[in-house]
């Protein structure tokens, strides 16, 4: 198996020396691991592609590279410059640092990367590590992800059907805030939405005087609906939703076909 593996925390992030040994793992002996992920964090971007500017991309070492670019760019990066148009079998990204449940999954580079994959016609998967008060005491904060990230990601690959539909799946999937000895299980789960919560900007002063607004992080504590993804989270489960690019709003469309 040929792994393409990418990343919104940047080629040097902890979690993606997790994922790097989750996709060895899954590869096997004979498979192949190949790393394009951003030089620099590109949290927060979402789906973000470089349409307007060329990119910079370096060897860092075998089979790793790393793109002045979004993970959207590295996947793209990955398939079309690295491998040279040799497309891999799956599509990893991650394992992000803090979840990526509810509406974070809206603003979420390790998504954006996954859903490039799928976007290219890739099984495509995000992985995240939840952070929490239960969590945060141990050494390596990643430990659940890196107990049970391969397991997760070969029972995905298992159970997903062959279709051939243009916006294919992809699967985000967020570990709990728990140690990996108490992971309760996996579950199949909507997203969810904190109520009540909300990015916003925050103004600062520089020393200099001068205006700046920082974005302000909400409570992720928070649950969502219950059965849904942050609620199950916090539950200590293995959350697995699956998603496609498609904004349409399906369960709106009788209605406005009747009134517009």
């Given at each position: 198996m040929r792994i393409l593996v990418t990343n919104d925390d940047g080629i040097n992030a902890p979690g993606l020396a997790v994922l790097?040994?989750?996709?060895?793992e899954l590869a096997g002996p004979g498979g192949e691991v190949w790393?394009?992920?951003?030089?620099?964090?590109?949290?927060?971007?979402?789906?973000?592609i470089s349409y307007t500017h060329p990119m910079l991309i370096a060897e860092m070492g075998e089979r790793r590279y790393a793109a002045e670019g979004s993970p959207a760019d590295c996947v793209m990066a990955g398939i079309y410059d690295v491998l040279d148009g040799e497309r891999p079998d799956l599509v990893l990204s991650?394992?992000?640092?803090?979840?990526?449940?509810?509406?974070?999954?809206?603003?979420?580079?390790?998504?954006?990367?996954?859903m490039e994959g799928?976007?290219?016609?890739?099984?495509?998967?995000?992985?995240?590590?939840?952070?929490?008060?239960?969590?945060?005491?141990?050494?390596?904060r990643f430990e659940p992800s890196e107990r049970h990230g391969a397991e997760t990601v070969r029972r995905i690959l298992a159970a997903t059907p062959e279709e051939d539909r243009d916006y294919g799946l992809f699967f985000n999937v967020n570990f709990?805030?728990?140690?990996?000895?108490?992971?309760?299980?996996?579950?199949?789960?909507?997203?969810g939405f904190r109520r009540g919560t909300a990015?916003?900007?925050?103004?600062?002063?520089?020393?200099?005087?001068?205006?700046?607004?920082?974005?302000?992080?909400?409570?992720?504590?928070?649950?969502?609906?219950?059965?849904?993804?942050?609620?199950v989270n916090l539950e200590g489960w293995i959350s697995v939703t699956p998603m496609r690019a498609d904004l349409t709003a399906h369960d709106a469309l009788d209605h406005f076909r009747e009134r517009l």
């Open positions: 790097e040994a989750i996709a060895a790393v394009v992920a951003p030089a620099f964090e590109q949290s927060g971007v979402a789906h973000k991650g394992v992000n640092r803090g979840n990526n449940s509810a509406e974070n999954a809206l603003y979420s580079g390790t998504l954006g990367g996954a799928a976007l290219q016609g890739l099984p495509a998967i995000a992985l995240s590590q939840f952070y929490g008060p239960r969590i945060a005491h141990l050494e390596n709990p805030p728990v140690p990996a000895d108490e992971v309760a299980g996996l579950k199949v789960a909507e997203q990015f916003r900007t925050e103004p600062h002063l520089s020393p200099s005087g001068r205006r700046f607004l920082w974005m302000r992080g909400v409570n992720q504590q928070v649950p969502s609906a219950p059965g849904t993804d942050a609620a």
